[in-house]
């Protein structure tokens, strides 16, 4: 009788320590769709102030901008491109430059200052510096940069659209320790398609 009331009190004990390890699983875990809405404000803040940005800017400061030639629209994307996970509109006044320069020089002067850029992400990670959040893109991110090609194929996919989530994956690049050469490959050709993109669609948009 002892024993089998002793077993009972375990497993009573048992059951409840799981309960509670239940209910605090679900009270830490949140609901998948909350875990996007971050990422969502933020590509949705981005797209607001480039677009604002392309109406806001006058046109003369494009043209004084020019003066510098292409190593302004270098400095210009390095810049805004070194900023980790705060979105700067950029694109507008890339777009407006495309207007008065030669939209192949812009193209490739932008997409090696915003790689450059990103490099500032990549090595932060590299120096352990910045400690990313454990969600479903973090994991997924991390699994992929331990296979060098697949690596080269997800770097260069999240670096051609304007989304928040390169972030994440420039530092947990240089976290995994992928080779610099490799990720800066990736987000360069990545990051020639974007600024293609927009550059011809300014140079499009006013005739040129």
Known sequence: MGGAAG?????????ATMQDTDI????????RWQQWVRPTLIAAVAILLNVLAYYLIPPNFAH??????????????????????????????IVRMAQIMDVGG???????GSA?????AFFVGRAGRETMNDTPLYRWVQR???HPW???AVLFMLAAPPNPAFD??????????????????AVFLGRVIRIAIFAMGGAWFTGG
């Not at 980790?84 to 950029?90: E, F, N, T």
């Not at 812009?106 to 090696?112: I, N, P, T, Y």
Request: hydrophobic share 50%; charged share 5%.
């Open 64 to 93: 004084r901008l020019g003066a510098f030639g292409y190593l302004g629209v270098f400095i210009i994307t390095f810049v805004a491109n070194a900023t980790v996970v705060v979105p700067v509109p950029y694109i507008g006044l």
């Open 24 to 31: 605090s699983a679900s009270t830490n875990q949140s609901p």
């Open 106 to 112: 812009v193209v490739l002067a932008g997409a090696l």
């Open 7 to 15: 077993t009972q009190v375990t497993r009573t004990c048992y059951n």
């Open 168 to 185: 994440v994956a420039g530092l947990t690049a240089g976290a995994m320790g992928l080779p610099f050469w490799l990720f800066f490959c």
């Open 150 to 152: 697949r690596a080269f």
């Open 116 to 120: 450059m850029g990103e490099s500032v």
């Open 144 to 146: 992929q940069m331990k």
